[in-house]
Structure formats: C-alpha cells, structure tokens
C-alpha cells in the first residue's frame, strides 16, 4: 500500500503516516491537523465543525501529486470515520492546469463525487442513498485507468465492489481520473473540509494507493 494514515496522534498532534512501497517519505507521509484536534480515542480523531477542525495532506509534489497524478492514472482512497452530525463535505481536492477543476465529495442531498481531470470538464456522479451520518462508514474512490472512476460506502469494511449496496455506490463510465500534470495546488483543500466548510465527525484513518484497492 502506498499510504497508510492512522489518525492515532495526540491532542494537537498530527499523524505520521506510513508507505510500505517508500513511494513518498518525510512530510509527505504526514497528516497535519488544523484547529487543535483532540487525542484519538478507541481508534478515531473527533473533529468539531464549530472548531474548524480538519486535516491536510502534502500537494504541490507532495502526496496529493503522486499518488492521484501517477501516469498510470490508477489511484485509490479509503476513508474510515463515524458520526457525522454536521457538514457536507468528505474531502476537497481541487487543482489546477487541467481541463476540470474539481475533485470533491459532499453529502448534499445524495452522495455526489465532483470530479474533473486533464482530459475532461467537471461532472458529477452520485449515489441514490446519502451516505450513513450514524455508525461506521468505509468510503471508497478510486480510477482504473482505463475507462472508469467507482465510489461507493458502506457499514462494513469493503472487499468487493460487488457488496456494496447498490444504492450506495456509483461509477462514472467514461474515461476519467486522469490528473497527471496538473496542480494540486488550492488552499481550500483538505480531508473532511472543503474551503470554509468543516464537519464535526470522528476520523480513523486514511488510505491512498496508485493502483485500485477493491475489485
């Protein structure tokens, strides 16, 4: 795996990640927290939206880049948290120097996955069911690099694309994903943010790969 990012740090703290194929090392491996983030307890990190509580991870050649921007235009994220009472949005990772701009996922009135790459303009693709805002959630997205993006979630830690309900899962069919060359670059980026907008949520973990996770 690529990057492996436990939210396991102490009160303030941000969380070292880990990458067991050494495809980045040092700052990009960690997670930097924002708006003083408590001590993780029984495996997750609770972020307040009134706190502007959030994560960051390494662009501008950093992790974003080489993980999302590989050439072979293969890449994949798994998120964990639970309890989602406030905000929309799962993560922001708009760029620049492509035709599309936008790579985000908010929960507003459905699940819908924003996306738009080197090749083409900003689309969107979304789920029948909004995503649980009680429990457990494992949220997936990820290319093939061949002619598809998937996302989905589900209660249950995912092992295939097949088990996720299909109400909770969508995929784009055309060719998409393609972020090779441009910029990740916008200050508004983040996990569990998108610009001004923050969520109150407990957070587990984080984890990228430049290859699909679930078949």
């Given at each position: 795996m690529d990057f492996?990012?436990?939210?396991d740090g102490g009160a303030?703290?941000?969380?070292?990640?880990?990458?067991?194929?050494?495809?980045?090392?040092?700052?990009?491996?960690?997670?930097?927290q924002l708006g003083a983030v408590p001590a993780a307890s029984a495996g997750y990190r609770q972020l307040t939206q009134a706190?502007?509580?959030?994560?960051?991870a390494t662009q501008n050649s950093g992790l974003l880049e080489a993980i999302f921007g590989n050439a072979d235009e293969k890449w994949a994220m798994i998120l964990k948290f639970k309890d989602w009472s406030l905000g929309n949005?799962?993560?922001g990772f708009n760029h620049a120097g492509g035709v599309g701009t936008s790579f985000y996922l908010d929960n507003d009135a459905g699940?819908?996955?924003?996306?738009?790459?080197?090749?083409?303009?900003?689309?969107?693709?979304?789920?029948?069911?909004?995503?649980?805002?009680?429990?457990?959630?494992?949220?997936?997205?990820?290319?093939?690099g061949i002619n598809k993006v998937r996302w989905g979630w589900q209660a249950t830690k995912i092992t295939t694309w097949?088990?996720?309900?299909?109400?909770?899962?969508?995929?784009?069919?055309?060719?998409m994903g393609n972020f090779v060359g441009v910029a990740f670059s916008d200050a508004n980026n983040g996990l569990y943010r998108y610009g001004a907008t923050y969520v109150?949520?407990?957070?587990a973990y984080a984890v990228m790969n430049t290859a699909v996770i679930i078949e």
């Open positions: 492996v990012g436990l939210h303030g703290a941000n969380d070292a990640g880990y990458s067991y194929t050494n495809l980045v090392s040092g700052a990009d491996l960690v997670l930097t706190s502007s509580q959030y994560f960051t949005y799962v993560f699940g819908t996955l924003h996306i738009g790459d080197a090749d083409t303009a900003d689309e969107t693709v979304s789920t029948a069911t909004s995503i649980a805002i009680s429990g457990p959630v494992y949220l997936l997205v990820q290319a093939d097949a088990a996720i309900p299909a109400a909770q899962k969508a995929e784009v069919a055309n060719v109150t949520m407990q957070v």
